[in-house]
């Protein structure tokens, strides 16, 4: 199905990714890989890419990070999958990259679900979710019945050195974006890969996104420029902030969700998330 020769995975590469090939840059999380390999399972199978960001550059893994690689693929697949994957490694412009093909599920073990219970299948470039239900209903994957993937782009203060809460807070986000158990993609600019200019790079996430998530602790200029923006596009905001934080005179009077530490705001952000979700699909 796919030519795993150096020169076959740089083509594969330079075309980017689609509903059969997707790209990660670093080593993820089992939760992660599990839902691309039950993604391409309940589709038209698909092939991983480890080492490779988004847009195709090839950042490779080291050594010590392709042992982990190729030893937590073996764990996700034999906890997955009743059949067999094909997980290996191939040197591509001198860069170790890993890689999983898996084969869409035979019909009479279809649909392969998470841990967790999702039920999720490949649209084009999105990982969408579907319920069990859905999926027995339509026979299989249908981008009618599926959720579409949505972005959420996180503006908030980078003075992590002067606020170390300001990491539990982000890691709160992305607990809070698990919870919700639906298609969304998060998004914060010194976590995008690549060689860009940061200002427009950020205007031109915040043009990509669905949601715009604006986290006013600490009262950072940079968030303040990004949500005007995000309003001007008429993006959808969410607008939170550590209680006590002075808001301006600009902002204060749009909703804004308070917390007093990461937990609170985790719990808040769930219900918000939501209602954002369904808002813009």
Known sequence: MFDKSPDGLRRLIQQGESQTVEFKSRVPAPETIARSLVAFANSDGGILLLGVGDDGHIFGLTDEQVGEA??????????LLSWPAEIGTTLVEGKNI?????????????PVVTSRGEVLTRVGEETLLLTPD??????????????????????????????????DYYRAIRRAIEGVSLPIKLQRIDFVEGDYEISQRILDEIDRA???????TLS??????????ARGKQKR???????????EFDVRN??????????ELEEKLVPELRVAYNDVV
């Open 134 to 167: 859905q999926y027995m209903k339509t026979g299989g994957p249908s981008p009618q019945s599926a959720k579409r993937q949505v972005v959420v782009f996180v503006a908030m203060s980078f003075r992590e050195e002067e606020e170390p809460a300001l990491v």
């Open 237 to 247: 905001i969410i607008q939170t902030a550590r209680k006590e934080t002075a808001l």
């Open 210 to 216: 669905d949601i715009v998530t604006t986290d006013f």
């Open 254 to 263: 749009w909703r804004t969700v308070f917390y007093r530490n990461a937990t």
């Open 98 to 110: 890993v890689y999983v093909v898996v084969d869409n599920a035979p019909q009479y073990l279809a």
């Open 220 to 229: 950072a200029r940079n968030v303040y420029f990004e949500l005007g923006y």
């Open 70 to 79: 190729m030893a937590l693929l073996h764990r996700v697949v034999k906890s």
